[in-house]
């Protein structure tokens, strides 16, 4: 069994930046690949960025690419999610998500594990 605790969320104006991380109890993270999701009210949970086990591939949804990097350190246990030039498209609840398998996929319906999530709000 796997818990996830997401922190860092909260207010920023657009152009800033902020970090999540995703805490993880269990011996076996450092074999699990991951993900974040982000939910805006009457949306589907839609995969915002993914990382294999190793930390060696990655994925982002084109909306984030150059501006979001996902990592983890599999010594502590935590993903990050570093998020710069936000907007304010970028506000909803991010959600990290955890796959009992190395690679790391696309589909929600495919984690095993989820944190309870924490708000990101992006102000114009």
């Known amino acids: 069994q796997v818990q996830l605790v997401e922190s860092g969320g909260g207010l920023v104006q657009a152009g800033g930046s902020l970090r999540l991380s995703c805490a993880a109890s269990?011996?076996?993270?450092?074999?699990?690949?991951m993900g974040w999701f982000r939910q805006t009210p009457g949306k589907e949970r839609d995969l915002v960025a993914a990382?294999?086990?190793?930390?060696?591939?990655?994925y982002y949804t084109d909306s984030v690419k150059g501006r979001f990097t996902i990592s983890r350190d599999n010594v502590k246990n935590t993903m990050y999610l570093q998020m710069n030039s936000l907007k304010p498209e970028d506000t909803a609840v991010y959600y990290c998500?955890?796959?009992?398998?190395?690679?790391?996929?696309?589909?929600?319906?495919?984690?095993?594990?989820w944190g309870q999530g924490t708000q990101v709000t992006v102000s114009s």
């Open positions: 269990g011996r076996t993270f450092s074999s699990y690949a």
């Open positions: 990382i294999s086990w190793s930390g060696g591939l990655t």
């Open positions: 998500a955890a796959r009992r398998y190395a690679s790391y996929s696309t589909s929600s319906y495919a984690y095993d594990y």
